[in-house]
Nanobody, 115 residues
Framework: QVQLVESGGDLVQAGESLKLSCAAS????????MGWYRQAPGKERELVAD???????KYADSVNGRFTISRDNAKNTVTLQMNSLKPEDTAVYYC?????????WGRGTQVTVSS
């Protein structure tokens, strides 16, 4: 079993920055992809950004250029640096890790951006 612990969600003003962190623990051999998803009220959960074992990244168009994802394979952690936050970034952000045969989700952390 794998546990994911997220941190960093907060209430901020538009234009400010936040950094989300996620630490994975448990029986872990290799984490193929680590990423962040978000879900705003009344909307479906969507991919924000992910990063594979080789360091290749993928971003949603809405955050490209403002958010940066990184991972530490030795510590099994993934971080999301969010700059120039906008009110439309308000959502619950979920950490996601994909192992070879299973996918795990964190419980989510709230990010609220006021205008």
């Amino acid at each position: 079993q794998v546990q994911l612990v997220e941190s960093g969600g907060d209430l901020v003003q538009a234009g400010e920055s936040l950094k989300l962190s996620c630490a994975a623990s448990g029986i872990i051999l290799i984490i193929n992809t680590m990423g962040w998803y978000r879900q705003a009220p009344g909307k479906e959960r969507e991919l924000v950004a992910d990063i594979d074992l080789g360091g290749s990244t993928k971003y949603a168009d809405s955050v490209n250029g403002r958010f940066t994802i990184s991972r530490d394979n030795a510590k099994n952690t993934v971080t999301l640096q969010m700059n120039s936050l906008k009110p439309e970034d308000t959502a619950v952000y979920y950490c996601n890790v994909k192992l070879r045969f299973a996918t795990y989700w964190g419980r989510g952390t709230q990010v609220t951006v006021s205008s």
